[in-house]
């Protein structure tokens, strides 16, 4: 015979944890974000989720990420289920040099990745200098 000593208060804990999430892991929807030259690159953890229940949507200067991952069979008696499941978003501040309007989004082997480019008018650029040669006049003083 085995003895299993419960703890209701860190059942509620492990709960907890998985819909706020901690500081060293956040709940639901993990991302990497990095920039590679003129482009952000923004990369989502959404193992067992399927494409088609995949939402992007771009309000102004913010994109918001939803996701929705199946419930479980509810007649099955379950061992363990730590896995988040329903509908979750992250919701994304992209600054005014990016442009928003050119988002591409690819979804592999359980990760969106999404690539965002800087805008034209925030990338470095060149001014050209223009030199005038004006007559030069002598004043009589």
């Not at 907890?16 to 482009?39: H, N, S």
């Not at 978003?89 to 990745?113: H, M």
């Not at 001014?127 to 004043?139: D, F, L, P």
Request: charged share 35%; hydrophobic share 40%.
């Amino acid at each position: 015979m085995m003895l299993m000593r419960t703890d209701p208060f860190r059942d509620l804990d492990r709960l907890t944890q998985q819909i706020l999430g901690t500081a060293a892991r956040p709940a639901v929807m993990p991302m990497d974000a990095w920039r590679e030259e003129d482009r952000f690159v923004v990369e989502f953890d959404l193992p067992g989720v399927n494409a088609d229940s995949l939402d992007l949507d771009v309000d102004k200067n913010t994109l918001t990420v939803r996701a929705e991952r199946a419930a479980l069979d509810e007649n099955q008696e379950m061992v363990a289920a730590e896995r988040p499941r329903g509908v979750f978003s992250r919701q994304l501040f992209l600054g005014e040099n990016l442009d928003a309007d050119k988002i591409e989004a690819n979804y592999d082997a359980g990760v969106l990745r999404l690539t965002i480019p800087v805008a034209e008018k925030a990338k470095p650029r060149k001014i050209e200098i223009s030199s005038g040669h004006s007559e030069r006049k002598a004043v009589n003083a």
